[in-house]
């Protein structure tokens, strides 16, 4: 059984959640409470740089969300999550790196301060919410340009590059972003919003951040 430390209000944690249902692994959640110096301090057992998410498979230990996201597909043999081949693995690196690096980054921020912050009584950083508005419509105008003539972000079926965009693209209501200038992203989401791992994820995680919050207030 993979044990999987993490957070439900950390993206880099929700990304490695759900890959771990598309995947269909075997997993016990443990939450981690980054506000306790002694659970951060157990936490640095699991991954030196005291950060989650992070696993643990029998006795191996691993932080950072890219490390794991990739390390778990190709351990269960999940090559149509990340395929063999070389090109078409690299093409689904691309879309992925460009899908973290402008957009989840900004959405991300947007979410955190718009939406997160608030209900932990924490000041939003406006300077951090002017940026992402500058930013994400780049990122995101740019991936609905690529998603034209395609169901799915690299190549003809479901990859580790949706995988990336779902759940943070899921939250665009609370980042205060409309899709209505991005039909092809509106259709995407859609379109991948009825997978069963995605439902179950959702479910367990929504639930995860009510308890998280609450606890908070
Ligand atoms: N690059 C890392 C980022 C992980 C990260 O920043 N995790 C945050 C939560 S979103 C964390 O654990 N923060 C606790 C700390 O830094 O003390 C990854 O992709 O896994």
């Not at 081949?85 to 992925?96: F, S």
């Not at 972000?153 to 991005?182: C, K, M, V, W």
């Amino acid at each position: 059984m993979l044990n999987f430390y993490a957070n439900p209000l950390s993206p880099h944690a929700s990304k490695v959640h759900y890959l771990l249902e598309e995947a269909g692994i075997n997993y016990k959640y443990h939450m981690v409470d980054l506000r306790s110096p002694a659970a951060k301090a157990e936490l640095t057992k699991i991954n030196p740089f005291g950060k989650v998410p992070a696993i643990e498979l029998n006795g191996f230990c691993l932080g950072e969300s890219n490390a794991i996201a990739r390390y778990v597909l190709d351990r269960h043999h999940q090559n149509s999550l990340y395929p063999v081949n070389l090109e078409e693995r690299a093409q689904v690196d691309m879309v992925y790196e460009f899908v973290q690096a402008h957009v989840n980054r900004w959405l991300n921020s947007l979410v955190w301060n718009l939406a997160v912050a608030p209900k932990m009584g924490l000041s939003p950083d406006a300077k951090a919410i002017s940026e992402a508005h500058a930013q994400l419509p780049i990122g995101l105008g740019r991936l609905e340009s690529w998603l034209s003539g395609r169901n799915y972000l690299a190549g003809p079926s479901f990859t580790l590059a949706d995988i990336a965009l779902l759940p943070t693209l899921a939250e665009h209501r609370n980042a205060q972003i409309s899709l209505a200038d991005y039909p092809q992203l509106h259709a995407w989401l859609d379109r991948v919003s009825t997978r069963p791992a995605w439902k179950k994820y959702q479910a367990d995680h929504l639930a995860r951040v009510e308890a998280s919050t609450k606890v908070a207030r």
